[in-house]
């Protein structure tokens, strides 16, 4: 049987947009089944008395300049966004719609919300600019607009950030494989190696 | 000519340790020199409104896990000290010290107190500790002793750390080439990426 990668993300985060890159092909490489967790770090910034990336003082700057260093070293197609960060609450919703009702959409529409606001600089803050990808991934416009606003979706979104917090997640991205937890983007050679050790 | 690899690093900072015992091979594959900068995070810490990363809620719990995990990757050494993190005020002022009077003890004596402290626990908060290390490393135990008491040392671990934070420094380690900095044991491929993309 697979293992099960659990991988979590926020949309306002470079670094899980890169991870997003590349999550396909680790999990093909491994024989892993990757379970996808949209994610707000709004709760998680609270509980750890922190904030976004690029408001930090010295490491905001520093940010800013390892988002395009890390685009360009790893071939990844970046503009940086602005504004940036923003709320992510109809991707994220949007994103659970698919994953619960339209399995079979649901990378692409990840791959889309992520190149959108990243690449293409799309405002995917706006529910209508997400509900146009959700249509440019297959799904229907009409049929996800009720769905976002229905308030089965909002609470679903809810407990699955507090399931995440429970589960120890604090940033983006963040993935879990057999109750092994890795942050970062820059963690991908570690699970490689930590894969390959407990094979 | 070479060029230069600023190296600033925190002896209370674990993955300030594992970047210390791969930086002269880094530097000798790339024809780097290395200037090596023993910082205190404390004063980081303040301008950034942040903590010892141990310290901080949910991201604490993972980084013990990791500091153990990367140590096993990456075949390095590592026992989690206790108590952590410490004072490094005295390990950095001795290592000023041997910057400043005994350039080619300094490499040894880095790689010593390192290991003092995360391989082997001593207790390099303690001044006597960092002396015995000190003539481990072939430095007169008596000479290092009056040099850690002067003003001037003092004085310049501070400036030192001033001008770090006039850097952008922020953190351990830190390495900046040819104005590029790069923080984190985990850019070190970034590092390798950047120089043969710049060579």
């Given at each position: 049987m697979n293992k099960i990668l659990d991988f979590y993300f926020e949309y306002s985060s470079p670094y899980?947009?890169?991870a997003s890159t590349g999550i396909e092909a680790l999990a093909a490489r491994h024989d892993l089944t990757i379970r996808w967790h949209p994610i707000l770090l709004g709760p998680m910034f609270?509980?750890?008395g922190s904030a976004p990336l690029v408001n930090i003082p010295l490491k905001g700057e520093y940010s800013r300049r390892d988002f395009q260093r890390t685009a360009k070293l790893f071939g990844i197609p970046y503009t940086h966004p602005d504004p940036f960060p923003i709320?992510?609450?109809s991707a994220a919703r949007a994103t659970l719609y698919a994953r619960e009702q339209h399995p079979e959409k649901l990378a692409t529409l990840v791959g889309k919300l992520y190149?959108?606001?990243f690449a293409q600089g799309?405002?995917?803050n706006e529910t209508s600019v997400v509900l146009d990808i959700c249509a440019e991934s297959g799904l229907n416009r009409s049929a996800a607009e009720s769905a976002l606003a229905e308030d089965s979706l909002k609470a679903?979104?809810?407990s699955e950030v507090d399931h995440a917090l429970s589960q120890g997640v604090f940033g983006s991205p963040f993935l879990i494989i057999d109750n092994e937890p890795f942050w970062g983007f820059d963690r991908f050679d570690h699970i490689e190696k930590w894969l390959q050790a407990t094979a």
């Amino acid at each position: 049987m697979n293992k099960i990668l659990d991988f979590y993300f926020e949309y306002s985060s470079p670094y899980g947009y890169f991870a997003s890159t590349g999550i396909e092909a680790l999990a093909a490489r491994h024989d892993l089944t990757i379970r996808w967790h949209p994610i707000l770090l709004g709760p998680m910034f609270k509980a750890m008395g922190s904030a976004p990336l690029v408001n930090i003082p010295l490491k905001g700057e520093y940010s800013r300049r390892d988002f395009q260093r890390t685009a360009k070293l790893f071939g990844i197609p970046y503009t940086h966004p602005d504004p940036f960060p923003i709320a992510t609450v109809s991707a994220a919703r949007a994103t659970l719609y698919a994953r619960e009702q339209h399995p079979e959409k649901l990378a692409t529409l990840v791959g889309k919300l992520y190149a959108g606001f990243f690449a293409q600089g799309r405002a995917i803050n706006e529910t209508s600019v997400v509900l146009d990808i959700c249509a440019e991934s297959g799904l229907n416009r009409s049929a996800a607009e009720s769905a976002l606003a229905e308030d089965s979706l909002k609470a679903l979104l809810k407990s699955e950030v507090d399931h995440a917090l429970s589960q120890g997640v604090f940033g983006s991205p963040f993935l879990i494989i057999d109750n092994e937890p890795f942050w970062g983007f820059d963690r991908f050679d570690h699970i490689e190696k930590w894969l390959q050790a407990t094979a």
